[in-house]
């Protein structure tokens, strides 16, 4: 019995969330596993209903769990909000933390029919197959944030930027480690010609290097890296950065596959996982069953094979989404002329079925 915190939270996260677990029961009749939903509020949600975005007994449910599905926090609704009750601030930055979360994989990878739903040319994006190994819980968004009056009756704000060899070793090892088990190719992004963080970065990344003399290692400095990710992104393999460019990156590199709405995540270090797509609430959509689930879906897979290793199970919801990918169903956000144009419930149900069928 695997037992799965399921945050949906705000915005289309509500609308996602319920595909997901719907995957993972058809996923539990289909071999026999057992699953355990518990469902508890986090983000704007929660504020409303409680007065903070990460309630206690959510984080309590989260730490006894197995395994967490998160859709997304925020909205404009609670922007204006203190910053520490903020959602994104109060809630999914100490979920990060307190779970000590500081390996976020994010897969990069286009599935073959999806080729004419990206902006990009077809042989720029073909094959691209790339993992982004972003450190999660240290850097700009971590560090003290402070505002001060100035004398020209303006204000200052101030961010700190600090990483640790300790902070940057262990995320680097894991992207090692994972640019094993695929290509053995590994770009270390940052900005070390302007950034003492990068400087550190850098200079830890190449020391770690001699460990792992089968891995090819490349620097990138994170703006050529925004560069490469369109001009030719299938030079990549495995990339590492740290926090706030590698959230910048992955959206970034999100097009390659057609949407943001496909790209899952996985944010893993401590003893529980948490799944979510890289997206946000998307405010645009929500509550019109416009929200892609396949991002979240395909971050529940994630969840199968990392959390609860269980790799057959994981294979087969990715290879359902290929085969519905190449069959033709679209949300609108990857609609194609000639496509089927299905809602977010529809796709759900066309996973659901198929795992079922197969
Ligand atoms: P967003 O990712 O929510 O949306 C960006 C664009 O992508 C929008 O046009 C949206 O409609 C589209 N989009 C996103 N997910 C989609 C999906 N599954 N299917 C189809 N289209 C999709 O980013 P934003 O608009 O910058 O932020 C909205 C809110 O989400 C903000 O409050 C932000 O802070 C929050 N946010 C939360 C997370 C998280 O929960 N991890 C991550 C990023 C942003």
Known sequence: ????????????GAEITPEAVKTLKAIEKRFGNSFEFTEALV???AYDAVGHPLPDETLELCKKSDAILLGAIGGPKWDDLPVELRPEVGALLPLRKELDLFANLRPCVLFPGLIGASTLKEEVIEG??????????????F?????????????????????????IERIVRFAFNAARKRNKKLCSVDKANVIETSRLWRETVTDLAKEYPDVELTHM?????AMQLIRNPKQFDVI???????????????????????????SIGGEVGLY?????????????????????ILSAAMMLRFSFDLEEEAKLIEDVVRNIMKEGYR????????????????MGDLIAERILKS
């Open 128 to 141: 691209v197959d790339i993992l982004v190994v972003r450190e999660l819980t240290g850097g700009l968004y």
């Open 331 to 346: 949300t609108p956000d990857l609609m194609e002329k000639g496509k089927t144009l299905v809602n977010t419930v529809q």
């Open 43 to 45: 983000g704007g949600t």
């Open 240 to 266: 590492v950065t740290e926090n706030m460019f590698g959230d910048i990156l992955t959206d970034e590199a999100s097009m390659l596959t057609g949407s943001i709405g496909m790209l899952p995540s996985a």
């Open 1 to 12: 019995m695997y037992k799965i915190a399921v945050l949906p939270g705000d915005g289309i």
């Open 276 to 296: 979510e797509p890289s997206h946000g609430s998307a405010p645009d959509i929500a509550g019109q069953s416009k929200a892609n689930p396949l991002a979240t």
């Open 143 to 167: 560090g003290e944030k402070s505002r001060e009056k100035t004398a020209d009756g303006g204000q200052k704000a101030t961010d700190i930027l600090s990483y640790s060899t300790y902070e």
């Open 221 to 225: 400095y994170v703006d050529n890296c």
